[in-house]
RNA sequence: GCGGUCAUAGCUCAGUUGGUUAGAGCACAAGAUUGUGAUUCUUGGGGUCGCGGGUUCGAAUCCCGUUGACCGCCCCA
C-alpha cells in the first residue's frame, strides 16, 4: 500500500480515466462551437472576498481557502461565475456583443464526498452576457442540451426543470406577501420536494404560521407543469409586471419548442436554486430516473456584475459537472471504451535491420501516422501478437530477406493479406492502405 | 460538521471456533515458439492483510483509536 494517498475527494486520472475524461471534455467543446461560444481560463487561485462579495461569509466553510505567504486571504475557485463576471466586468465595454463564453476548468470545494459529488471536479461554464430578454436563455439551454445529447443522451436520459425567481416573486406578491415573507416561502419551496409540509417549519417560526389559503395556493403553484397551466393559473391575476414576465415565459417555451427542445424542458417551480444571487429564470437538468444529483445548473443574475464592481450587466450562465455526466454516461453504456489505438505496428526482424526501421518510422512518424514497434528485440511470433494488440490495422515488416531486397512487407492485420512495398514508396503505400482500406 | 456500513495483490474476491510460510481468478512479465497473431501449457514478480496501539503462547480474524471509501444528514454556488 502506498505511503502517501491522495487527498480525500480528490481523484488520479491513470490514462483510461483521463480518455473518459477527455472525451467529455470534447463533448462539450464540440457543443460550444457549433453554438459560437469563446473558450477562456483564468486563475484557479482567488482573492478569497471575491467569494465573500457575491455569496456571503457563510461560503468560507465550503472553500479551500487560506491565507498565502504574503499575508493574502485566497481561495481555489469553487466555481466560475464571480471569476468571469469579473473579467468581463473589466471589458465589457470593449466587448463585442452578445458576450457568449463557455471554459472547462478544475474547481475546488471544502465539502463531504459522495457520490457524483468530490472535492475536485470539472465544470463546463457557459455564459452569455448582455442580453436582459429570454432570447439568452433559449440559446444558452440549447447549448445545455445539446452538450448532453451530443454524447448520445436523449430525452428519455434527462430533461431541462425550468423554473424563474421572478416569477415567484410577482405571485407571491400578489398573494399579499412582503419581501422577506416571499424569500422564506421560497426556502420553503425549495425544500418542499424533499421533506413535504415541514418545509414550511421555518416560516412559521420566523412569520407565523402560512395562512392556509396563501399555503394551498403556493402548493398548486408547484404543480404547474406546463405553459398553458401557468397562464390559466396568472390570467385572472392581472398586474402589468405579472403579465410582462408572462410574456417572457410565452417567448422561453415556444422558442425552445421552436428548436425542436419541448420534450427536453418541463416547468417546474420546484426549482428554486440556493444561494439567492439568481434574479430571474432557473433552470437544472436532471436524469429521468432520478437517481443522480443535479446533472447541470444555470440561470440568471442580473446584478453580478455590478455587484462585484463592473458595468450594470445583464447575466445567464449554466455549469455542467464532470462527475455526475460521467455517471450517467456510464449507466446508459454511452461511455465509450478507450483501447490503443496505434495506427501502424512496425515488425523489425533483428539488430541488423532496426537501423533501417527507424529511418522509416521516423517519416511516418513525421507524416503524421501513430507507429508502434517493440523497443527491444522480440521473437517475430510475440511482435505479431504485440501488433495485434496494439489495435494498429497494419504491419510493416522490416526483415533480413526484404531488406535485402529493397522491400517492406506490408501485412493487413484484420484480414492477413500481404504485399510488398519498395521502401522509398512506404509513406504512400501505408496512406493509400489506411485511407483506401477504412 | 454529524450519523451508519466497510477496508486482504493493480482489479474482483476467498480465508473455518484466533493456530505453521495468507490464497484464487483476471491483469502484468518470462519461457514453450530465432519469419507470422485471439488458443493452450509452464514459470515468475507483486501483500509489513489501510495505519497505530491493545488482549493472547499465537491476530487478517477479538478490542480501542485513527485514516480513507461508500451511503445518508447539512450544504450543493
Known sequence: MAQFQSLPGFREFYPDAFARRSHIF????????AYGFSEY????LE???LYKAKSGDEIEAQLFSFTDKGGREVALRPEMTPTVCRLVGARANALKRPIKWCSIGEFYRYERAQKGRERAFFQFNCNIFGEPGPEAEIELIGL?????????????????????????????????????RSKAVLGAVDKFEKIGDDAFKGYAEAHGPLPEDVKAKVLAFL????????????????GESLQARLADWRKLVNGLAAMGLGEFVEVDFGVVRGLAYYTGFV??????????????????????????????????GFAIGDVTMGLLLDQRGLMPSFGPAA???????????????????AGLRAAGYRVEYPLKDLAFGKQFKAAAESGAKLALIYGGDELAKGVVKLRDLADRSEHE??????????RDHLSGGA
Open 26 to 33: 470534447r463533448g462539450w467543446r464540440r457543443a460550444a462551437h
Open 41 to 44: 481560463d483564468a486563475p484557479v
Open 47 to 49: 482573492p478569497l472576498d
Open 144 to 180: 445545455l442540451v445539446q452538450a448532453l445529447t451530443g454524447f448520445g443522451l436523449t430525452a428519455d436520459d434527462f430533461y431541462v426543470r425550468l423554473s424563474d425567481r421572478t416569477l415567484w416573486l410577482h405571485y407571491l406578491a400578489s398573494l399579499g406577501l412582503d419581501e422577506a
Open 223 to 238: 404543480k404547474i407543469k406546463s405553459l398553458s397551466a401557468l397562464e390559466e393559473t396568472l390570467a385572472p391575476i392581472g
Open 283 to 316: 433552470f437544472e437538468a436532471f436524469d429521468r430516473k432520478g437517481e443522480l444529483r443535479a446533472i447541470a445548473g444555470g440561470g440568471r443574475y442580473d446584478d453580478l456584475v455590478k455587484k462585484l464592481g463592473g458595468p450594470d450587466l445583464p447575466a445567464v
Open 343 to 361: 495506427e501502424v505496428y512496425v515488425v523489425i526482424g533483428g539488430e541488423a535491420e532496426r537501423a533501417a526501421a527507424f529511418l522509416d518510422i
Open 421 to 430: 512495398v519498395p521502401r522509398a514508396a512506404v509513406v504512400e503505400a501505408v
